[in-house]
């Protein structure tokens, strides 16, 4: 820690976690509170317990990223105490000019992703996983980030909006996401997407080259992912559908390949 200073002007990319290092992330924010300290900061990992040091130290240092220039994001991080503060600070970051890649994996449920429908991004590469994140969310999400070249995202279902949420909700506006060409989707748990719904967003990415699901049983329709594919996706060369031996073998293995 005590060399960082010397070469605080050269550094182009940081990680920073605590695997197998306890305290390292407060240690760290305790010499360096802000990232704008780092000039030449292009590449950023960063993952922390918000239970392991004092949340404001956290984000004053997240909220000092919008004066930089980072182009790749990732944070890992484990959520608590601090559900409500993390989803506003994230939605600031995808505000952030410079940034063309962005992976968030974490546990937290408080996330309004329609506040991001008033936001503009230049995000590229977009990877979001355990975040509360409804399929209805993505048009926000394509709102923001109409540039986006990659996505990968989980749909996490099954929680209560908290006060508020649904009052905010807008009507539906889905952008043409015409340099999209790698998109993977994941529902964690039942979900009531059905193809119809599914094919209404997918018809929105004529550059689609790659598209991989991982569906529950609403999607396990094979004659539906014919159509879908025959008339929704003209650039697509790569599909890959994944599902649970257990799913087939409750809607009957005909079903799926017939």
Known sequence: MGLLPAYIDKIEELTIFEQDTPSQVYAFLSFFQSFTLFKRLRKLYFHFNDQAIDWNIIEDALYSLLQTKIETLSIKTN?????????????????????????????????????LANMSSNIEHLTLSGIYCEFKDLQYIFQCAPRLKYLDIEIVVGRTPFYGEKAKRLKKIIVVMSTLHTFVLYFTENSLVTMDMLTEYLNFMPALK?????ARNELLDANGWKLLLETSLPSLTHFILRTTSSRVKEIGLDNVLS
Do not use: A, H, P
């Open 79 to 115: 959520i608590k105490e601090n559900r409500f503060s993390i989803g506003t600070t994230i939605v600031c970051l995808f505000g952030l000019k410079s940034l063309k890649k962005f992976s968030l994996l974490s546990n937290f449920n408080y996330m309004n992703w329609c506040d």
């Open 210 to 214: 790659y598209f991989e699901i991982k």
